[in-house]
């Protein structure tokens, strides 16, 4: 695996416009952490990845249409107890899009074991937000990773039920299957407000320079179409049904507003996984670990003291 330094990133080869992906020089001229970043090509693809703090590895996901701007907060206070590794998933943010093709759960999930591998990080504790919990739940079960503890944040680990599940999935596929619908999303986000009310429907409010970096992602096309792309290949019913036999210890950590993922769906997987444990957030939405990032350390660290990754003689110190 080669590294390359954050200031010098690759070159960025030819593409359509339709397709542009966010710019390190321009979209990332400030990105949270930016100082943590840095370029390194695992799995056949160009990664953006941020590394902070010292002690055991812990691998934080983002979820569909994040990217490591979503641990602006958390990834700091983490640091002060592990290692923290935070990957832009394949086609978010500043890493490179795959072939249609990769861009399923499986895939994903073996190009992810690729970079860790290449990093050399074999995570104790490992934490996703929305499908990044799907995603590291996948790779528990595959074998791909061996941590002692799995953190869900608003998890999206069961597939979409009922009526919503049989139109938005086609529509999806619908959608991801045009060059143009992804530069026409793009450029409506960019319409003065719409980013605020898209956060806003997830049942989260959050300070105005995190929507700004939202507004850097959604306005662009190719990180639009990675997301409808992700969205569209995702099928979750093979994990659902594996969840009982996850071995790695759960907690799930809901948002009791969350608009996006109802935190029922953590309450029901509480009951699918022996073991798990709930922690709901009153109040919060699908951005809970952004709205109240202190709160989801604190969470966290005592998860890991209880899975014996953290010295409990710590405790008193904070």
Request: charged share 20%.
């Amino acid at each position: 695996m080669r590294a390359l330094n954050d200031n010098n990133p690759p070159p960025r080869a030819p593409r359509a416009a339709s397709l542009a992906k966010p710019g390190w020089d321009v979209e990332g001229r400030d990105w949270p952490n930016r100082d943590a970043s840095r370029f390194v090509h695992a799995a056949g693809l160009r990664w953006h990845v941020q590394q902070i703090g010292r002690g055991p590895v812990l691998l934080l996901i983002h979820g569909t249409s994040a990217a490591t701007h979503s641990w602006r907060t958390l990834a700091p206070l983490l640091a002060e107890h592990f290692t923290v590794v935070a990957p832009d998933l394949p086609g978010h943010g500043f890493t490179e899009t795959p072939a249609p093709s990769r861009m399923t759960l499986d895939a994903m999930a073996q190009d992810l074991a690729a970079l860790l591998r290449g990093l050399g990080h074999q995570p104790v504790l490992v934490a996703g937000h929305s499908a990044g919990a799907a995603l590291l739940a996948r790779m528990c079960l595959d074998g791909g990773i061996a941590p002692a503890g799995l953190v869900a944040l608003n998890g999206a680990l069961l597939p979409i039920g009922g009526a919503a599940g049989r139109f938005m999935l086609p529509l999806a596929r619908v959608l991801a299957s045009s060059a143009m619908v992804p530069r026409l999303m793009a450029r409506f986000a960019r319409n003065p407000g719409m980013v605020e009310r898209m956060i806003a429907d997830t049942g989260s409010s959050i300070e105005p320079a995190g929507i700004d970096y939202y507004r850097r992602l959604v306005g662009s096309p190719g990180h639009v179409a990675a997301a409808l792309r992700m969205m569209a290949s995702w099928r979750l019913e093979r994990t659902a049904l594996e969840l009982p036999q996850l071995a790695t210890r759960l907690l799930l950590i809901a948002g009791s507003n969350d608009k996006t993922i109802a935190a029922s769906n953590s309450a029901q997987v509480q009951r699918m996984v022996p073991g798990a444990q709930i922690e709901l957030m009153p109040g919060l939405g699908h951005l809970a670990h952004e709205e109240r990032p202190h709160d989801v350390r604190d969470l966290m660290v005592a998860f890991a003291r209880d899975a014996g990754l953290l010295p409990r003689r710590l405790a008193a110190a904070e």
